[in-house]
């Protein structure tokens, strides 16, 4: 598992109070770890400070799992 | 007339996280007063408070037994104190399980008086350093004070009225004194009622400090600091928690045979129409209230046994014992008063629904909670019972509950045995 997957999940466990084992790349946020939309712009300015990454409202918006965090803070990050 | 009863009752205070742990504590004449941890207050003036105990203290708060990690991170402490506070009142009335009809029926009112303090001021200073964008998104929902009625709704899923009083430190025995008319009214059969408060934080402890009304020549004795009636008396000391009640129409308290604790059988409301901060000095205010409640109530003074006094700590004291005796008689006709704000602090929005409830339970164990500290009474306490320092067993028959905020806003509760 990368060091980004890792990080991630460990912001969503603290973030949503879920368990770790179902923070899986494939869970959906909304779906599978019972977020609001409110917890995902949550999620998003957590990730944003913990990778120095800058994710604007249209890329945000289409974060829905796990894997999407991680793939875009892949790509983005400096 | 539809009456009123209580038939469940939740505290969160420094003395405890249950009603059971709260009230043996009281009785036993302990103190939840000691230095401020909950942040540095070596620059503040008054360096103390009565803050309610972390989980794992012997009396302790335990926020996960109740409340959601997720609603923990996003709330202010006084919404997970209220939560907490209502579901044990829920599990006391034995109505956690509610059918769809009842839930239709089941309204909250859980006020406070200041609400999200500590979340406006952490999140001011993310928004001066760090900028718009890093405001939290619960901000909002978090710090709102109707946030206690709209977070236990949604966890319970009661679809009865859903309103939130704000009248500082009367709140709480305003927010019983509403439901109770609520469910009077028909509005509903079921009202969880009460009141909620955590603004242990700088900013709270500076503001209130400025306005002069915190003790601060206390701070190397903690524990003696809030001594109602006693002549070295010097300003309130700051605690925090919430206590709420169920309410409940008699009838069908009676139906689904619940415990009654109690009758809601008077209150009263007024305005000093005087000052922001500082009492009418003929606690005219206050006496309205009382004589609205006894009016109520249909009471004579004879018929008080007790009173649970607002008595904070201030000059106030005697203006409210003034009143007291205009309304009860010199010797309050054989009632004790006594101010558990010695032991637990001044809730401020949560007072009044926590000092209810400590007259509920003085009418169910024929006890009275003692006024610890009062070493040296002022003389304008002469001849009335103040139950100082130890509790005392006595008949109980009804108690009166005084609930006084800033704004000059007086509320008075009486409750009765059925």
Known sequence: ???????????????????????????????????DSLDIVELV???????????????????ATVADAIKYIDENKG | MRRVVVTGLGLVTPLGADVETVWANLLAGKSGAGPITRFDASNQKCRIACEVKPAGHEY????????????????????????????????????????????????????????????????????????????????????????????????????????????????????????????????????????????INPLGVAGFAQARALNCSFNDRPEAASRPYDKDRDGFVMGEGAGVVVLEEYEHAKARGAKIYAEVVGYGLSG??????????????????????????GMEPGDIDYVNAHGTSTMADTI?????????????????????????????????????????????????????????????????????????KRTVRAALNNSFGFGGTNAALIIKAI
């Open chain 1, 45 to 63: 300015m957590a990730f944003e400070e913990e990778f120095g990454v800058e994710i604007p409202d249209d890329a945000a918006e289409k974060i």
């Open chain 2, 320 to 392: 409210e014992l003034a009143a007291v005796k205009r309304v009860l008689g010199d010797d309050l006709s054989g009632a004790s008063m006594s101010s558990t704000k010695s032991a637990i602090g001044h809730l401020l929005g949560g007072a009044g629904a926590v000092e209810t409830i400590f007259c509920i339970l003085a009418l169910r164990d024929q006890i009275v909670p003692p006024t610890l500290n009062l070493d040296n009474p002022d003389e304008g306490t002469i001849g009335v019972d103040l139950v100082p320092h130890v509790a005392r």
């Open chain 2, 60 to 199: 302790g708060f335990d926020a996960s037994k109740r409340v959601d990690h997720k609603i923990q991170r996003q709330v202010d402490p006084f919404i997970v104190y209220g939560i907490d506070a209502a579901g044990q009142a829920l599990e006391d009335a034995g109505l956690v399980d509610m059918d769809e009809a009842l839930k239709l029926r089941t309204g909250c009112s859980i006020g406070s008086g200041i609400g999200g303090l500590p979340g406006i001021e952490s999140e001011s200073i993310v928004l001066h350093e760090k900028g718009p964008s890093r405001v939290s998104p619960h901000f909002v929902h978090g710090r709102l004070i109707n946030l206690i009625s709209g977070q236990v709704s949604i966890k319970y899923g009661l679809m009865g009225p859903n309103h939130a009083v704000v009248t500082a430190c009367s709140t709480g025995a305003h927010s019983i004194g509403d439901a109770a008319r609520m469910i009077r009214d028909d509005d509903a059969d079921v009202m969880l009622a009460g009141g909620a408060e955590s603004t």
């Open chain 2, 272 to 297: 000093d129409a005087y000052h922001v901060t500082a009492p009418h000095p003929e606690g005219k205010g206050a006496e309205l209230a009382m004589r609205m409640a006894m009016r109520k109530a």
């Open chain 1, 1 to 35: 598992m990368s060091d980004t997957a890792d990080r991630v999940k460990k912001i969503v466990v603290e973030h949503l109070g879920v368990e770790a084992d179902k923070v899986t790349e494939d869970a959906s946020f909304i779906d599978d770890l019972g977020a």
